[in-house]
């Protein structure tokens, strides 16, 4: 190849760079910079003062007063997590809640998503919004109104009584089953929703193949569909297992006290305890408990795509 046909890659124009820039200025503002404060409350000292930390930076003091203070910081508070049993029961016990009600959520929202996916298309818009439609209401609302229907007087008690299915009231509100229900109920649009998208993308023609190949209905769907849906399936399952173990309103409101969760240990000791340096380390700890693996995923399928490719 001659130089002439050597073709010079295009260059960005000012609008291309800032298209491009945007998007990290954005995680530098709402999630580097608010990250790098708790960073640091985490290795001050609890106090008796407002804010009730030290050190704080006060640049009135000057530039070596500064500096000076980065000698105060200290890494007792996540030594202190590592002797207290609360705070590694409460990791293990929410990353479990929070697995089993991903899961819960994926065998449920499932087949939501594949009905609508197949459902006439006049049909599917509706369908969009009946699931979508619950966010027109508060949070607060939704799992106030599931104390209302699983407590022992409430409406499921009543309804089974009355069919005679049970003799005596069950026992559902604050225990582990409540935070299960309150949690597949909240989440499960956020499972639904990229799911439906991968599977109202799939190519009908490659089930009439398969289907014209004499394969059963049953094996094409494990052999074609779910296979094409898992980007949907890890996408839906992330948005769920994500806020589901640091969730505190759900467990609190629907859970008993024997339900340990990580969002509750770190309200308590945010606003009972007032230990901030103690918190911060706690929800240093639960970001990265949820940002490594999903750095890991991430580099592991870019590797198998370029391979595959």
Same mark, same amino acid.
């Given at each position: 190849?001659?130089?002439?046909?050597? %073709?010079?890659?295009?260059?960005?124009?000012?609008?291309?760079?800032?298209?491009?820039?945007?998007?990290?200025?954005?995680?530098?503002?709402?999630?580097?910079?608010?990250?790098?404060?708790?960073?640091?409350?985490? @290795?001050?000292?609890?106090?008796?003062?407002?804010?009730?930390?030290?050190?704080?930076?006060?640049? !009135?003091?000057?530039?070596? !007063?500064?500096?000076?203070?980065?000698?105060?910081?200290?890494?007792?508070?996540?030594?202190?997590?590592?002797?207290?049993?609360?705070?590694?029961?409460?990791?293990?016990?929410?990353? %479990?809640?929070?697995?089993?009600?991903?899961?819960?959520? =994926?065998?449920?929202?499932?087949?939501?998503?594949?009905?609508?996916?197949?459902?006439?298309?006049?049909?599917?818009?509706?369908?969009?919004?009946?699931?979508?439609? &619950?966010?027109?209401?508060?949070?607060?609302?939704?799992?106030? !109104?599931?104390?209302?229907?699983?407590?022992?007087?409430?409406?499921?008690?009543?309804?089974?009584?009355?069919?005679?299915?049970?003799? /005596?009231?069950?026992?559902?509100?604050?225990?582990?089953?409540?935070?299960?229900?309150?949690?597949? +109920?909240?989440? =499960?649009?956020? @499972?639904?929703? &990229?799911? +439906?998208?991968? @599977?109202?993308?799939?190519?009908?023609?490659?089930? /009439?193949?398969? /289907?014209?190949?004499?394969?059963?209905?049953?094996?094409?769907?494990?052999?074609?569909?779910?296979?094409?849906?898992? &980007?949907? %399936?890890?996408?839906?399952?992330?948005?769920?297992?994500? &806020? !589901?173990?640091?969730?505190?309103?759900?467990?609190?409101?629907?859970?008993?006290?024997?339900? @340990?969760?990580?969002?509750?240990?770190?309200?308590?000791?945010?606003?009972?305890?007032?230990?901030?340096?103690?918190?911060?380390?706690?929800?240093?700890?639960?970001?990265?408990?949820?940002?490594?693996?999903?750095?890991?995923?991430?580099?592991?399928?870019?590797?198998?795509?370029?391979?595959?490719?």
């Amino acid at each position: 190849m001659s130089e002439d046909q050597i %073709v010079a890659p295009p260059k960005r124009s000012l609008g291309g760079w800032l298209l491009i820039a945007a998007p990290y200025f954005w995680l530098l503002i709402f999630f580097l910079a608010p990250f790098l404060i708790v960073f640091k409350i985490s @290795l001050s000292q609890v106090a008796i003062a407002i804010p009730p930390y030290t050190p704080t930076f006060d640049l !009135a003091e000057g530039w070596q !007063a500064f500096w000076g203070s980065f000698s105060e910081f200290s890494v007792e508070n996540y030594l202190w997590l590592t002797e207290d049993d609360l705070y590694w029961k409460s990791y293990v016990s929410s990353v %479990v809640i929070a697995g089993i009600s991903t899961f819960l959520t =994926l065998l449920i929202g499932y087949p939501i998503a594949y009905g609508m996916a197949r459902s006439p298309q006049s049909w599917r818009p509706t369908l969009l919004m009946l699931v979508i439609l &619950p966010f027109w209401t508060s949070f607060l609302i939704r799992v106030y !109104a599931w104390i209302g229907i699983l407590k022992n007087e409430g409406l499921l008690n009543q309804l089974l009584l009355s069919l005679g299915l049970i003799s /005596e009231p069950l026992t559902i509100l604050n225990t582990n089953i409540a935070v299960y229900i309150g949690i597949v +109920y909240s989440y =499960l649009p956020f @499972l639904v929703l &990229p799911l +439906y998208a991968s @599977l109202e993308r799939l190519d009908g023609s490659l089930l /009439e193949a398969a /289907e014209d190949l004499g394969c059963p209905p049953w094996k094409a769907f494990w052999k074609i569909t779910v296979p094409l849906s898992l &980007p949907g %399936v890890i996408a839906g399952c992330f948005l769920v297992f994500i &806020p !589901a173990v640091g969730e505190f309103v759900i467990p609190d409101l629907l859970g008993g006290s024997d339900t @340990l969760m990580i969002g509750k240990t770190l309200w308590s000791e945010f606003f009972n305890n007032r230990d901030w340096p103690v918190s911060s380390a706690v929800a240093v700890i639960l970001l990265l408990i949820l940002v490594i693996p999903i750095v890991l995923f991430q580099n592991q399928q870019q590797k198998m795509s370029e391979k595959n490719g």
